[in-house]
């Protein structure tokens, strides 16, 4: 079990330019304690100004949860300004973590609820254990999602399914979730790991700078009409024109051979 001084977020950096980050509280279900959002959030700042990593897994550790949001414990003991501080506090860490520049992949290796889910929306991909549940369940707690659960679910499955699932607190397994998009795979549990990582690695590969402007067209697209969206690509697209891997990328491909790209 973590004591005081133990981690509860861990950070490991692949050879692949790959950077796994777990969520390191299983014995309370790797619920978002403000220690971990704090470990949280250093994290980010230092993977948001890392060159070298091109892609990130999110995951927790343990087989039963990937993240159960809030803590609850801690949270009965706060007062209503604890509260509400505490809400904004996972709320930033969340948004921290959907503007990532590089590409996210959240692996759910068990349940994630509330802010757990919420984690796991701000990612770009998503892939879940078939153990593994999920829900946007606050509702059945008298609150609302708080950390942008109402924003980005709708904007995934469409408003209907994510009045459904929200107004329910339903809980969904993760074939339901495949089903729905909610997950882009399920697997089984000894696959998970392997599969994210194959993934990443699948990304990481890529032009690191047409990465964060993909990432950036898609998403800033999503928020506006499709005019203005092909405004925002055709600018995504001309910031890469002055690139050396833009170059590269046309000279291997000329030259029948994999590129070498510097994210320069």
């Given amino acids: 079990m973590n004591d005081g001084s133990a981690k509860n977020v861990l950070i490991e950096k692949m050879s692949s330019s790959v950077a796994i980050i777990t969520l390191n509280r299983p014995e309370a279900a790797n619920a978002l304690s403000k220690k971990l959002l704090f470990e949280f959030h250093g994290i980010l700042q230092e993977l948001k100004n890392d060159g070298d990593i091109r892609a990130v897994i999110l995951t927790g550790a343990g087989e039963k ?72 369940t606050e509702t059945s707690l008298g609150i609302i999602p708080g950390a942008g659960g109402t924003q980005r679910l709708p904007r995934l499955i469409g408003p209907g399914k994510a009045k459904e699932l929200i107004f329910t607190a339903k809980r969904l397994n993760a074939r339901e979730a495949e089903s729905i998009g909610l997950l882009e795979y399920a697997v089984p549990a000894n696959q998970l790991q392997e599969t994210a990582l194959k993934w990443a690695a699948d990304i990481a590969k890529n032009a690191p700078l047409a990465l964060i402007q993909s990432k950036v067209a898609i998403n800033k697209g999503l928020e506006v009409d499709l005019e203005t969206g092909l405004k925002i690509e055709e600018l995504a697209y001309s910031a890469l024109i002055p690139s050396q891997d833009r170059l590269e990328g046309l000279k291997a491909f000329a030259e029948k051979r994999p590129p070498v790209f510097k994210g320069r």
Avoid: W, Y
């Fill in 65 to 136: 949860a990937f993240c159960a949001g809030a803590d609850l414990k801690e949270r009965k003991e706060m007062s209503e300004n604890e509260a509400r501080r505490t809400v904004r506090l996972i709320a930033g860490a969340v948004s921290e973590l959907a503007s990532l520049p590089q590409p996210v992949i959240a692996a759910l290796n068990g349940a994630a609820f509330g802010g757990g889910m919420e984690l796991a929306l701000a990612c770009d991909l998503r892939i879940g254990s078939l153990n593994a549940q999920m829900g946007l």
